[in-house]
Every structure is written in C-alpha cells, then in structure tokens.
C-alpha cells in the first residue's frame, strides 16, 4: 500500500503528464492557426491544403490527454470546452486590462479536462439507467450542432486570412475544425 504522500505526489506528477500533453497539443494547433492566417501559397489548392490540415489536426488531437475509470480524454474531447472557456476568461481578463498568464491557462486546459471526465461519467451513469433521448431530443440536438456550426464557420469566414473566398473559406474551415466548433465536434 502506499502512502498518503506518495498518492499525492502521484496524482501531482499525473496532473503534470496532462497539462503538459494538453499545452503540446494546444501550441501545435496555435502554430498551425497562426501559419494559417499568414498563409500566402500561390499555386495550392485551398480545399487540399485544408483537407491535409485538418488531418494533422486530427492526429494530433487524437492524443489522450487524460484517463479515467472507464476510458480515455482525448484532446479533440475537450478542446471546445478549453477554447470556449479560454475566450470567456479572455473577455473578462481584457475588461479589467489584465492578460492571461501561464497558471490561468493550465488551470483552464485543467478544468476542461476534469469537466470533460465528469460530463463522460455522467452519461455513463445515465445510460445505464436505461435512459435514452427519444428520436426528437435527438432530432433537436443535432439541429442545434448544425445550426451552431454553420454560425461559427460564417464567423469564422468573415475574419480568415486568404487571397480569395475560397482561400478564405478553407482556412476558416480548419479553424473551426481546430477550435473544436465544427459539426462532428459539437454534435
């Protein structure tokens, strides 16, 4: 058996291991939007060049950012929850002329991971109640991803770089893909 101290130190060092997993993860893609904002490829065809990125992403994000009794995080799992929380501590930051440090990041990618963990054990434990959405509920979720994915995808294109709309359209695409708001993510 071990110590008190030593599951501590444990569960510490694996904190660590997630953070650190989850901040690789999160500069790749933050690398990758910045390279996409300033992309001037002539030649290149957008919707490929779009297509190869959001494999990338899609490697990357694949990753286990965190591990429960009863399964894995992936970082796609919770990168909606991140960035969306990320922007609201963002906004409230930027009201008080503050700036977002390294702890307030961590604590964030934290707080996504652990709410991501709790939301997947929730649903567990409802379905194991023998509970399930009816054909409407279902119906109604996915018109919400829809609807809320076509919303981001056109804010997304109003503000993406590109040298034409589809340029343009195709960035705004693997953004959205990369911020975890498109229709598989939300759906």
């Given at each position: ?44 065809d ?6 190869e ?38 906004q ?15 604590g964030?990618?934290e ?21 399930a ?46 911020n ?5 993510a939300?759906?």
């Amino acid at each position: 058996m071990t110590s008190e101290a030593e599951e501590k130190e444990l569960e510490t060092e694996r904190k660590k291991r997630m953070r650190a997993t989850f901040a690789k993860a999160l500069g790749l893609v933050l690398a990758l939007a910045l390279a996409l904002s300033g992309c001037n490829l002539i030649g290149i065809d957008p919707k490929m060049q779009a297509d190869e990125d959001i494999a990338k992403i899609d490697k990357d994000y694949s990753k286990v950012a965190a591990t429960y009794d009863g399964g894995e995080v992936t970082v796609a799992d919770a990168v909606s929850n991140f960035y969306t929380n990320y922007n609201q501590t963002a906004q409230m930051y930027a009201y008080f002329g503050l700036t977002i440090g390294h702890d307030q990041v961590h604590g964030i990618i934290e707080d996504s991971l652990t709410s991501e963990v709790r939301n997947r054990i929730a649903a567990a434990h409802y379905d194991e109640g023998g509970n399930a959405l009816s054909d409407e509920e279902l119906a109604d979720v996915e018109e919400t991803a829809r609807t809320t994915a076509e919303t981001n995808l056109e804010d997304a294109e109003a503000s993406a770089a590109g040298e034409n709309d589809e340029e343009r359209a195709e960035n705004a695409r693997v953004l959205v893909h990369a911020n975890g708001a498109d229709y598989d993510a939300l759906y």
